[in-house]
């Protein structure tokens, strides 16, 4: 027979239970789905910009895209992070909500206080959200940019590494979302599914830190003490930011991450993160980051 836990103890399980919140992953499905349709062209632009080749600028990118493939180019792999990328950013928003919203009240442990921010617990949310991220998003992430990839001009003279097929983009490698999971899975078991998972990691948990942690604290410093919640201006303007912050510092490693996905299409160029750096580095040193830190637009 167990013993009964204490009256108290019951009762800060009842709050805590009682402070998770549906909302939380609903409003993230909404807020996931909106940004895919609206970010997607300019993903596919980053995208090929991290990880294709022949292209100056950004400018230069759309056009040559466009030129290339048409309007429709811009939407290539669309299909699979609409209909995957919602449930992962309600996942994301609601773990890193209600993991802050727990952390705050099993420290308070007074149902009448409302949670207060805390760093600490702000960080190790946001820590949650990363980790948690890479576990639904690597595979997401990765059939999206194969997606993106496949019609890009190969040369092979440039890599000096043995093609995986024999004729090379004369046909795109995947012909859908479902025939690039089987092709990966079939020539890379499940592991390859997470393939650039590690860079991800890397990419997400200080992103995810750099951007929860900025925007409770801005929307609350924007927020007058009157309001019982911050305004949709505060929030734009809170997210706005957070954001640029985030992503301007996630992008080195989001580059990695988006070569390393890449990668594999036709040939196996990096043998991993540190490999990629330093391929990276040797062919395009820091200066090659510019452009796309000004292409990159963080969706996902």
């Given at each position: 027979?167990?013993?009964?836990?204490?009256?108290?103890?019951?009762?800060?399980?009842?709050?805590?239970?009682?402070?998770?919140?549906?909302?939380?992953?609903?409003?993230?499905?909404?807020?996931?789905?909106?940004?895919?349709?609206?970010?997607?062209?300019?993903?596919?632009?980053?995208?090929?910009?991290q990880a294709g080749?022949?292209?100056?600028?950004?400018?230069?990118?759309?056009?040559?895209?466009?030129?290339?493939?048409?309007?429709?180019?811009?939407?290539?792999?669309?299909?699979?992070?609409?209909?995957?990328?919602?449930?992962?950013?309600?996942?994301?928003?609601?773990?890193?909500?209600?993991?802050?919203?727990?952390?705050?009240?099993?420290?308070?442990?007074?149902?009448?206080?409302?949670?207060?921010?805390?760093?600490?617990?702000?960080?190790?949310?946001?820590?949650?959200?990363?980790?948690?991220?890479?576990?639904?998003?690597?595979?997401?992430?990765?059939?999206?940019?194969?997606?993106?990839?496949?019609?890009?001009?190969?040369?092979?003279?440039?890599?000096?590494?043995?093609?995986?097929?024999?004729?090379?983009?004369e046909q795109p490698?995947?012909?859908?979302?479902?025939?690039?999971?089987?092709?990966?899975?079939?020539?890379?078991?499940?592991?390859?599914?997470?393939?650039?998972?590690?860079?991800?990691?890397?990419?997400?948990?200080?992103?995810?830190?750099?951007?929860?942690?900025?925007?409770?604290?801005?929307?609350?410093?924007?927020?007058?003490?009157?309001?019982?919640?911050?305004?949709?201006?505060?929030?734009?303007?809170?997210?706005?930011?957070?954001?640029?912050?985030?992503?301007?510092?996630?992008?080195?490693?989001?580059?990695?991450?988006?070569?390393m996905q890449a990668?594999?299409?036709?040939?196996?160029?990096?043998?991993?993160?540190?490999?990629?750096?330093?391929?990276?580095?040797?062919?395009?040193?820091?200066?090659?980051?510019?452009?796309?830190?000004?292409?990159?637009?963080?969706?996902?």
């Amino acid at each position: 027979m167990g013993t009964n836990p204490a009256p108290g103890a019951r009762g800060a399980a009842a709050r805590a239970m009682g402070n998770f919140q549906l909302e939380d992953f609903v409003a993230g499905w909404i807020g996931g789905a909106a940004s895919v349709i609206v970010g997607h062209p300019l993903d596919t632009v980053k995208a090929r910009l991290q990880a294709g080749n022949g292209y100056g600028s950004t400018l230069s990118c759309i056009r040559t895209v466009y030129r290339r493939e048409s309007v429709f180019g811009f939407f290539k792999g669309m299909s699979f992070p609409l209909a995957s990328i919602a449930v992962y950013n309600s996942v994301v928003f609601g773990v890193f909500s209600n993991t802050q919203r727990f952390l705050s009240h099993h420290r308070c442990q007074e149902p009448e206080a409302g949670p207060h921010h805390v760093l600490s617990d702000l960080l190790l949310a946001s820590m949650v959200a990363g980790v948690v991220s890479v576990g639904l998003g690597a595979p997401v992430d990765l059939i999206k940019i194969r997606l993106q990839m496949q019609t890009q001009p190969f040369q092979e003279a440039s890599l000096g590494v043995k093609p995986r097929v024999a004729a090379l983009g004369e046909q795109p490698a995947y012909q859908g979302p479902v025939h690039c999971i089987a092709t990966i899975v079939r020539t890379e078991g499940l592991a390859g599914l997470y393939r650039g998972a590690s860079a991800m990691l890397l990419r997400d948990v200080p992103g995810y830190c750099l951007y929860f942690i900025p925007y409770v604290f801005l929307s609350d410093w924007i927020t007058p003490d009157a309001h019982a919640g911050p305004s949709p201006c505060a929030v734009w303007l809170a997210g706005g930011m957070a954001g640029a912050i985030s992503w301007g510092t996630a992008t080195p490693m989001d580059v990695v991450k988006s070569r390393m996905q890449a990668d594999g299409v036709y040939v196996n160029k990096y043998k991993g993160v540190l490999d990629c750096i330093s391929q990276s580095y040797q062919k395009e040193g820091l200066k090659g980051q510019d452009h796309l830190t000004r292409a990159s637009f963080r969706y996902s």
